[in-house]
């Protein structure tokens, strides 16, 4: 099975180079799945219910993360589509935070209080039939050290777990000995040159004075990051996975 996990859609720029993308790519890549986080995919901030939709036409499924809750009609959304998943360890949230083999987690390190995301991945995992071998991880989390820590944690029982949330695709993809693909960050599908896919000049105002500055999507040509995985059906185990880019 041949899968392409996007990572942090940022905004108008991100969100259209996908649509325009996603039936070539499907195509020239021959993939089975098309995945993407989307959590900035609204103004770069939050995930509004009319751009989870029109994700929806072109991806197989959309993970979320913090900013998840910035747009209150995606809440209905959340609870309607299967597809559509939030962070499954907010302790008391609608919608659902895992669906057939595709789980979202949130890191707690740098980041809002959650539940224990290593233990909400043993509960999603336990919960699922044997017979789903294809198990992915979308792990929204800040600190590197505590994706690799939950890698390490499911090496085996899931097969792969992809980093999101920094912008910034790292160059670790790497199988591990359990059979788990793993990437620190998939990087955004946003424009650049840009801060993280803002605009570089509010943001550099902020880092001179401290003031606080209003931030807008960049006007840059859009590129796009994510993880590329041949995964064996039968047995789960992750074959290759390669980070993966398109400018």
Request: aromatic share 6%; charged share 25%; proline share 6%.
């Amino acid at each position: 099975m041949r899968i392409l996990f996007l990572g942090d859609i940022v905004g108008r720029p991100g969100r259209t180079r996908v649509q325009e993308r996603a039936a070539d790519l499907r195509r020239e890549l021959g993939l089975d799945l098309l995945l993407a986080n989307a959590e900035n995919a609204s103004a770069g901030l939050g995930l509004s219910a009319k751009n989870a939709a029109e994700l929806l036409e072109v991806c197989d499924g959309l993970t979320t993360g913090n900013h998840v809750w910035r747009y209150r009609d995606l809440i209905p959304a959340l609870e309607a589509e299967e597809r559509l998943l939030r962070p499954l360890n907010y302790p008391d949230a609608p919608g659902r935070g895992a669906a057939a083999a595709l789980v979202n987690l949130q890191g707690r390190v740098f980041m809002d209080p959650v539940d224990c995301p290593f233990r909400a991945a043993d509960a999603a995992l336990a919960a699922l039939p044997q017979d789903v071998t294809v198990r992915l991880v979308d792990f929204h989390a800040e600190a590197s050290s505590e994706k690799i820590g939950l890698a390490l944690y499911l090496d085996g029982r899931v097969s792969a777990v992809l980093g999101t949330h920094t912008h910034v695709q790292t160059s670790d993809a790497c199988v591990l000995p359990g059979g788990t693909g793993f990437l620190t960050d998939l990087g955004m599908c946003g424009p650049f040159p840009s801060c993280l896919g803002m605009e570089p000049a509010p943001i550099l105002r902020r880092f001179l004075t401290g003031l606080p500055e209003r931030f807008e999507v960049a006007e840059a040509p859009v590129q796009l990051r994510g993880a590329l995985l041949d995964i064996d059906e039968d047995t789960g185990r992750c074959r290759s996975v390669e980070a993966w880019r398109e400018n």
